[in-house]
Each structure stands twice: as C-alpha cells, then as structure tokens.
C-alpha cells in the first residue's frame, strides 16, 4: 500500500521483505554511531535494536530514503523487536549467537532485579541475609549495575526499603486498572477529569492478526477515537480480540503458562492493545514526584521499574499485565499483601493513584510535559548531561539548595527541562492546595513547602 502527502510516499509494508533486512543493520550502525547512553556497552546495543524498531514502523532514519521525486517513508506496521535482532545477527554474527540468546540475556536483566527484590524483601520481614546481593547497592549477582544502568555502578544505598518503595508504586504507573482507578477517584472525589490514555500488554497470533487484516500498529490504536469519529474503522473489544484468537486469553491457558508466560516465539508475539484514547503519563514527572515524597533513592527504583517495561519488549515469555505490573504483585505478595506493603514500606493504595494524577499529561498543556523512554532518560547530551541527571539536580536544588538545572531537551518531543520543571511545579502546588498530598507524610515535607513560597 501507497500513500502520497506532498513530495513525501509512504509504502506501507505488511511483513517483512529483503529491504527491511537491508535498512536494519545501517539503522543499528547509525544508532550506535550518533547516540551514547550512560549505560554498559551492551545495554547500549540491545536498547539501539529497540530503537531500530521504533524507526521500522513509523518510517524513519534509515527507512526514510531520499529518492528523486521526494521522500519516501518505508513502515513495517507488523514488524517485532524480534525481527529487528534477527536482521542485526544476520548481519552481524558476533552480535549474539541466536535470537534466543538475546531474549534471555533481557529476561535476565529482569531476573536479576527480582533476585534483588526477592533478598530485599526476605531481609525487611524476616530479616535473612543477603546472599547474592547487597543491600547498599544496585548492583546484580555479578557486579553489574542493575538494569544496565552505569549511574548505579558508583551509587551507594543508604536503605533497599526505599529502593523498594519507588519499584513499587512505579510498577503501577502504567496500569490499565491502576488508571482507570486514578480517573473514578479524582472525577468522583475532586471534580477532576483526567481521561488517561490505556491499554494492555499481552501476547497476540500474529497469523491471525494478519489474516483477519489488521496489523500490530493497529493493536496500538484500537479504542475509539471520539474527538474525530471520521477516523474510527471496523473495532474489536478486548473479548471479541480473544474470541476470535487473535490475542491469548490467559483465563484460559495452562497454569504453567499462566505463570510463566507464552513463549515469545512466533505465531506469538508481544501486543499492545490500546483500551481507551486519552493522554499518558510523564515518566519525568513521575520520578520527580517519587523522588520529592519518598527520597532520591525511590526514584531509582522508579527508574529500575521503568527499564523492566523496556526489557520487557522482547523477552523470554509473554506475560499478561507485563512484568513492571507484576513485580508490583510480586513485592506485594512478599510482604504480605497491602495491609504488609503499608506496614513495611508506608504506602497505600492512595500513594499509587497520587503518583499517577502527578505523572498525568496534562491534556490542555501537553507540550511541556516530557516522557522520556529509558533511552531519552539516559542519553549523552553534548554538554555530557543526561535527562536523568538533570531530573536528580532539580531534586538537589528544591532539596538541598543546589543550584538550578541545566536547561536540557527532554523525551522525544524535545521539551525544554525549565519549561518542564515549571509545569511540574505548578502541579505539585495545585496538589498542595488541594491536600492531595500529605506533607507531613513526604521525605522532604519542608522541601515541599517550597512550592508553595515559591508561588
């Protein structure tokens, strides 16, 4: 399919040809060539064939191709991560020996970051040794920053239980359920229409997909688009998807599969189904809020949860909910249930819906409302800054005097940081006003108060 808009085409590929295996591996060189990360070198390649994929289905860098009559964008609208590794290793062998390989190595990541859950936790309610781990690092049981994250290599702990409490409330942050619980809670207490952008992480046939005409891209934009009905083409609910078997129903699967997931390993791949139009959540937001109620080090846990959704993208098993989600579970299920979770960590159900509304893309300003991706959070500025960086000096500076932050480009949308940071602001003081947010109850409850002098 062809479609022409001024002197730019777009050719809209079904399924992967020799042109795709040809433009991924320049794609991958040209990543890795322009783009650092403050991360360990392999987490830099691995989050590069992520980004790779992001340019496949929407038609850029290398899949935009200069020709005499204009542009042309070339997407692959039913293209997996899997399949960009697949390009990469075939034309780079020592890049891993198999596509197998590469998934374990991210299922690995997060496996590691349960281990570390699993000690922590062991160690806050029965008061078991570490083993494999430390309590004063972030570091998994070979000595490698968790989650690839270089930051973590040199970053001492001064309590897990915070590190606990950010994995936590951040694995929430992108719940269908959790949302849509934030949205009853502030229209129905405060008057206050948030319309949240969601949707569900599941497995999905892609034979089936294919053959009943619709294509993964389509998965990602399936709910309703009431603003402009025009738009709106043959929809599937969520249970006419699975009756029709193009996603698992995982009511109805084996218990082993249940828990572990289906293996990620085609006709299956990883889908996102989108349940309802709406606007998303900052993820810069989000960890500065997590960092200015519960201390910096929530926010790393916050940041932690954030690169499971990533490595989550293409790994071993296809979980229902994702992994972030249900590590959330997890965590809760070692201590105890939620009545342990506020016992042992001080949150309630209450701290998860008030991170999402502070995280919330506010829908009449979004343009000063960034969300970086795992790589925008960690990539080099020229200066040598990074966003995450940035995030943890506007915390120092509200915190302990430090001076302002650099002004930096944030997420994909390029957001001036001050101009985000004064947005944030103003957010954080209507929640003050509003007693949102208990003060007393926050780990810099005078720091707080800032907002509201500063107004």
Known sequence: MTRKKHNHETVIHKSIDDLFFDMIPKDYERFIKEVKLATTPRQNELLAAQSCHGHAMNGDKEFAVLDTG?????????????????????????????????????????????????????????????????????????????????????????????????????????????????????????????????????????????????????????AEDTRHPERNQKKYTLESLKEKYLIIDFEKVSSDEKKRGVENKKPYVQVYVELNKGYGSSDDAAFNFTSLMYGMEAGFGLILIDAVDTADKCSLFIREKGEDELLGDFIAKQLGGKGGVESHLGITDQDILNLIFAAAIDSEHPNVWPSCSQRRFLEYSPTGNYALLNHMDNIKHICENGPFPEDIRLSIKQIPSNKFYNAFGERITEMLEDELIDIEKAHYPENLKYFLRKK
């Open 70 to 222: 204009g542009m042309i964008h070339h997407k692959y609208l039913n293209s997996t991560i899997s399949d960009v590794y697949e390009a990469i290793i075939r034309a780079f062998p020592k890049y891993a020996p198999d596509l197998r390989s590469v998934k374990k190595e991210r299922h690995l990541l997060i496996k590691e970051l349960k281990q570390w859950i699993h000690e922590s936790t062991d160690n806050l309610i029965k008061n078991k040794e570490y083993k494999k781990y430390s309590p004063r690092r972030l570091l998994d049981s070979h000595g490698e920053p968790l989650m690839g994250i270089e930051l973590f290599r040199h970053t001492s702990i001064g309590d897990p239980r915070s590190v606990l409490t950010g994995i936590y409330l951040g694995s929430y942050m992108d719940s269908e359920y959790w949302r849509e619980q934030t949205e009853d809670y502030f229209k129905n207490i405060h008057g206050i229409d948030l319309n949240m952008h969601r949707g569900l992480c599941t497995a999905g046939h892609l034979d089936h997909i294919v053959e009943s005409g619709m294509t993964l891209s389509d998965l990602t934009h399936l």
